[in-house]
């Protein structure tokens, strides 16, 4: 099957963040385009299960792809690298939760991992924060992140890497905010700075850079942080 | 292992106890070297008939009693049979230079002299190997004495006497050596056996121990419900009696699996709890990242007891995760909810290994953090290496 046509047809205002959604699995896409449908800010432009054909020049432009990692039986973190250089915000979505996977996926340049359980709030919420080049981290890449025991993995202060366990155990940044005595907003620039510091290292693509950019733009990270 | 244990230690006792008399046996052969030979070579000197290869028979002599001595006493083998060669030429050289009246004189040092250097050469090796190379030296001595004084009955008489002097001790000191060294060695192989008993024992023991308190720690709580239950006591049907089941059912799958040798004996053991709140119908999502160390039983107790509780309490879903690093180990429970509002642990009769026994007992500490709000309940045990 190709992009679907009734996706394909939608009239998206000028004004809403246009969506793509790539899987191979028809039912998991309807899923997706339901809990989108929720946030109307959000619009569902092209769906399918061949990113090529999804993303072809006669497809309506999609602000964030949302790309099921696992494709036909493959993985396809090729994919992944490539849109992420041509800087195509993508969201990664996978059941393929191990920290390696997040972790590679961070590498190729995807904005942002979710896990499949990971719910519908998160969902939108990071799809939001894709289509505004702004970090946003699901639990399940805050335990990736807390457990990257790679050489060469960016330096966190204790801060950030604690804000970031107890958001992984928590899923509650109320809590963790009253457990660290910060406010909610504190816990949500930890987790960001711990993000965006890996949006520094491995491969250089151009979702990376927009990540950067945005975080200086926002008063993250200061310019001068960013060093080589 | 026991045997090889042994084996090791025997070794090193044998070394131990040989040590004495090696720096003796270099001791007397350097002693006569210099105290009696130097002397005699010096003070006959003019009657040599080439002193100065006599001087120099007796400069390699050192020479050579030098080089075993720094490997005997350092423990490294000398090129034994071509330094024996060399005393023998050295003992050969000395009678051809030395005149007929000196024969039986210290002037004749290579003769008297050979067995204790050789003693220094061949040690550790079996008594007929000295026993050749003394023979070979007392037959150098009957061509030397049957060409410089011929045949005489006098003559015959006193090298017999010599040859038995100069044989007897350095052989008698190998002798007792080698004695030394298989007693030394047997006694410390017999010592190390019975350590290798005492301490499998000791673990025996130990293991013993642990087991039976762990039956006694759930006899106090798992025998009690299941009491009251068999005395009808307590009511099947009561939600509290159905809790207090559940979380004994998970603290006894998690015992079991303590003593289950697996590679992440801490993920095993939460997983056994994780299995029995599952089978409950509860959901439960179990992350766990990065890599774990290995940790005492008396930890991972620490770190997944106290968690025990909440979790056979909660109602509609639980998270467990735990963080692993090399020099920490976070787990942590969350739940929206809990049936009983006492879940802290300690409220329910919890008393294994909780947090807070005995922190200095073991390799670092378990911090123990239980919180709740009108969003979950939260428990978080945090292990830090000391």
Redesign the interface.
Known sequence: MGADPVAGGMTPERSRITVAIVDDHPVVIEGIRSWLATEPRLAVVATGEDPDRVLAADQPTADVILLDLRLRGRMVLDKVTELGGAGRRVVVYSEH?D?DTILAVLDAGAVAFLAK?EGREHCVDTVLAAASDRPYVPP?LA??I??D?RTGRPVLSDKEREAL?LW?????K??VA??MNISEHTVKQYVDRARIKYARAGRPAATKAALLARAIEDGLVRADEIGS | MPTDLAGGAAGTVTATVERGPRIAAVLIAFGWHLVINLPAVLGNWPQYRLPWVVGAGWLVFSAVGLVAAVNLLRGAPSPTWPLVGVLLLVDVLVFACTPASLVFDSANFGWATLGWFVVLLLWGRRIPALVAVLAVGAAIALVGILALRGAGAADLSRYAMAVYGNATLPIAMMIAVNLLGTLAGSTARAAAARTAIETERAAAGRMHQSRRDRLAALDRTAGAILTELAEGRADPADPAVQRRCALEASRLRRLIAESDDVPDPLLHELRACVDVVERNGLPV?F?A???LPPLPVEIRRQLAEPLTTTLTAATRWA?L?V???PDEV?V?L?TPGTSTTTAEPGGTGDTIGRAGDDFSAVAGEVEY?Y?E?E??V?V?TRWRAA
């Open positions: 939760s920290s359980h399940a335990g990736a807390v457990g025991r366990l992984f155990q928590s899923m509650s109320a809590s009253r457990r | 999502d992350v990242v990065g890599t998270r995760t963080v692993g690093q976070v942590s969350t953090v919180e709000n969003e979950l939260w978080q």
